[in-house]
Nanobody
Framework: QVQLVESGGGLAQAGDSLRLSCAGS????????MGWFRQAPGKEREFVAA??????YYTDSVKGRFTISRDNARNTVYLQMNSLKPEDTAVYYC?????????????WGQGTQVTVSS
């Protein structure tokens, strides 16, 4: 059974840092595009960051604060979140998809809650 399991979420204050991890199992994701998405209360799920063979990509609101990385030996992708803001509060999901395919066609984790207080 293929699974993605997120961890590392929790409570933080504005300006703090958190690091999210997403561990994959059931298959190797080294050749996959990996990404992070988030969904705030009452809002649609939005793209946060992605890492693939061509590089890393970020939504504008997190550029310079968040860093996505991966460890293929551990089948894990990370999201280092610095200078957190209350508007970063959301459930964060990781996803994995083969290059060239839509994210909706990939594997998704169950999410981890991040809450940032001012």
């Amino acid at each position: 059974q293929v699974q993605l399991v997120e961890s590392g979420g929790g409570l933080a204050q504005a300006g703090d840092s958190l690091r999210l991890s997403c561990a994959g199992s059931g298959r190797t994701f080294s050749g996959y595009k990996m990404g992070w998405f988030r969904q705030a209360p009452g809002k649609e799920r939005e793209f946060v960051a992605a890492i693939e063979w061509s590089g890393t990509y970020y939504t504008d609101s997190v550029k310079g604060r968040f860093t996505i990385s991966r460890d293929n030996a551990r089948n894990t992708v990370y999201l280092q979140m610095n200078s957190l803001k209350p508007e970063d509060t959301a459930v964060y999901y990781c996803a994995a998809v083969q290059d060239g395919r839509a994210w909706s066609a990939g594997y998704w984790g169950q999410g981890t809650q991040v809450t940032v207080s001012s």
